[in-house]
């Protein structure tokens, strides 16, 4: 007799902590047992009972090529043929480096690691080591991986869950971490001004995704890089989201603002384990061997993560005149889902920024932690599986970004567009 869904996750309770392996897939705040997964391709994703349904998780965004794109299973096989981890140099990483430097103006030297929380822990200890201050601040609803100086005030799963920080984080070292609310320029001022000689670094989400997506207001970023630097100030902008996804470099590129580090993950791993942390020069060379601040990992610079990245960073690279389209596909679906709302007469406010976009059920505007949690999560989980029932995979959670990819066809936007339609007539 086959297993359901339900046999399927009491089996992983059984052996693994909450039945998952990362909180936000045990559909806490949506309710229901998740689905499990047998495989996915291109812009569908398939659970272990053979449905099928579109793709707007992606991972949570790195499959910005869409699921099992051939050139890069292709290399990742290629590569897996001659071993999996040597724990030494390869050519591979040092090629993949170069790509990323040439790609983002500021990063001058970089180090691997295995994730984005990686590459966050490493650019905070930077900072202190380089510095020589013990104090940081992050924003409000910015997430930026599970370390204990970042988990304070997080979005994403943390949001979600209501916890604003987490047992286990001693309060000596979370006193050292200020947290401000996210584009509010004038509680940015005041705390450079009360706290900026004793502030190793600011770390930011420039586009945040992580309380869903929040756009920087209009000089937000610009004043930010200024303060930082009048005080001397480590500015590290979070890019494990956004690096690679609006064009071949960083949304740093766009703007013209260099931060001082920069963390990368997701999209440059291909879908493979994989995270960077790069910037100035004189700050890099403290990180050993060259200095004396300490980071190392054993699978750091992989050969597999670095085929499936360098696989993917080429074919993004050859798509670099792309990326307004899939900018524009995006808006074009976010747009016909606010008319089928507003025909019902929900409110919502729609946040999309060129490729990412999350629904709030809430009239808006939407441009903090603060404003993000008025949304209904209630209704945002009826919506949820209503979609899911469908045929469309949408994040089970009300604060994460949405993602298009470039395997999505006008065909999936016009599906989607209509189970919107059948999920709205039940809610």
């Known amino acids: 007799m086959s297993q359901t869904k339900q046999n399927y996750f009491i089996q992983a309770n059984k052996f693994i902590v909450g039945g998952v392996n990362s909180p936000v897939r045990a559909w806490k705040s949506v309710g229901g047992e998740p689905l499990f997964i047998s495989k996915a391709k291109g812009s569908k994703i398939y659970d272990i009972h053979k449905k099928k349904y579109i793709d707007y998780v992606l991972s949570w965004g790195p499959m910005i090529l869409g699921h099992a794109h051939p050139e890069v299973i292709s290399s990742i096989c290629k590569t897996a043929k001659k071993g999996t981890s040597f724990g030494a140099p390869t050519e591979a990483e040092t090629q993949m480096a170069q790509l990323i430097c040439s790609a983002i103006p500021s990063v001058e030297l970089l180090r691997m690691t295995s994730s984005g929380t990686e590459a966050a822990m490493t650019a905070i200890r930077l900072a202190r080591g380089f510095t020589g201050r013990d104090w940081i601040a992050k924003f409000d609803g910015c997430y930026h991986g599970h370390a204990d100086s970042l988990l304070i005030q997080a979005g994403s799963g943390i949001a979600t869950l209501g916890i604003a920080g987490s047992p286990g984080i001693p309060a000596d070292l979370a006193r050292l971490t200020l947290s401000i609310p996210y584009n509010d320029l004038e509680s940015l001022q005041t705390t450079i001004k009360n706290y900026g000689s004793r502030l190793a670094a600011i770390i930011v989400e420039p586009v945040a995704g992580n309380m869903g997506v929040v756009a920087p207001q209009d000089s937000f970023l610009k004043k930010l890089r200024e303060l930082t630097a009048e005080e001397g100030i480590v500015l590290i902008f979070d890019e494990v989201i956004t690096g690679f996804r609006f064009n071949f470099g960083g949304y740093q590129n766009l703007i013209n603002i260099e931060p001082d580090l920069t963390c990368l993950g997701k999209i440059i791993g291909g879908g493979l384990p994989m995270g960077a942390i790069g910037g100035k020069r004189q700050i890099m060379e403290k990180l050993s061997p060259s200095g004396d601040i300490y980071q190392a990992g054993t699978l750091s610079g992989n050969p597999l993560a670095m085929s499936a990245g360098l696989a993917t960073l080429h074919l993004l690279k050859s798509k670099t005149n792309s990326f307004p389209a899939l900018g524009n596909i995006t808006e074009h679906l976010c747009r016909e889902m606010e008319n089928l709302f507003s025909d019902k ?26 404003t993000a949690q008025k949304s209904d999560t209630a209704l945002f989980a009826r919506f949820f599986h209503g979609m899911l029932k469908n045929g469309v995979w949408l994040a089970p959670s009300q604060f994460e970004s949405l993602f298009v990819s470039f395997a999505h066809t006008d065909d999936d936007i016009s599906f989607t567009l209509e189970a919107c339609t059948a999920a709205l007539k039940n809610l």
């Open 345 to 370: 007469g929900i409110a919502v406010c729609i946040n999309r920024f060129h490729s990412m976009f999350t629904i709030f059920f809430h009239e808006g505007p939407i441009y903090d932690l603060t």
